[in-house]
């Protein structure tokens, strides 16, 4: 099984639609969730980071984690043209002697969102 | 505040040459990770370093692949000798403290023929 799950998709919806993304992951020690958004032939761009369970807003973007569930999401309101990319969530836990944090990746949801 | 830079965009090279990829973090930031992905595969951790210090190198896939960052400023990841399976898009990332979200550099592309 592999510690971090997610729906390649692909996923398209009409514009100003709400948008639902999703991951679920196995170690339980994970504590940081951040979803990235990946243009075409670019880097990674950081969206959201949240730390523990809960949920975290930020303008149209919503995380949410529920460890308990060990599932996390990420919704998009109103969305638009220009968020059509794809999607990754990352995780990591607190590393041996507290100073690793390297991130475990879902594979990532490809969104395109129709005009 | 400029981002992570990553130098080249693209490399092909042939089995059995060596290449190196750079990587300049943003301004300050004393953690760097190297990552990779391969075709159709997850981005993956290979290693991370707390300024000059390597933290952990678990994800370096074999002795092929040896990553400094002397004076704790840009790292260097090079690859020699290449094999095929080592094409892929590495990218490097950076963080100002451990446990911050990481910032990605645009990746480099390598392939080996």
């Known amino acids: 099984q592999k510690e971090v799950e997610q729906d390649p998709g692909p996923l398209s919806v009409p514009e100003g639609a709400i948008v639902s993304l999703n991951c679920t992951y196995s170690?339980?020690?994970?504590?940081?969730f951040m979803w990235y958004r990946q243009y075409s032939r670019k880097g990674p761009e950081l969206l959201m980071y949240t730390y523990s369970s809960g949920n975290k807003e930020d303008g149209r973007f919503t995380a949410q984690v529920d460890k308990s569930s060990k599932y996390i999401s990420l919704f998009i309101r109103d969305s638009q043209p220009s968020d059509s990319a794809t999607y990754l969530c990352a995780m990591s836990a607190k590393g041996s002697g507290g100073s690793n944090y390297k991130l475990t990746f879902g594979k990532g949801t490809l969104l395109t969102v129709n005009p | 505040e400029a981002g992570v830079t990553q130098f080249p965009s693209h490399s092909v090279i042939e089995k059995g040459q060596t290449v190196t990829l750079r990587c300049d973090p943003i301004?300050?930031?004393?953690?760097l990770y190297w990552y990779r992905r391969v075709m159709g595969k997850e981005i993956k951790f290979l290693l991370h370093?707390?300024?000059?210090?390597?933290?952990?190198e678990s994800g370096m896939p074999n002795n092929r692949f040896l990553a400094e960052r002397t004076g704790g400023t840009y790292s260097t990841l090079k690859v020699q000798p290449a094999e095929l399976e080592d094409s892929g898009v590495y990218f490097c990332?950076?963080?100002?403290?451990?446990?911050?979200?990481?910032?990605f550099g645009p990746g480099t592309r390598l392939t080996v023929l």
């Open positions: 170690n339980s020690a994970f504590q940081y």
């Open positions: 301004s300050g930031h004393d953690n």
């Open positions: 990332a950076s963080s100002r403290n451990a446990g911050t979200g990481q910032f």
């Open positions: 370093f707390v300024k000059e210090s390597k933290q952990d």
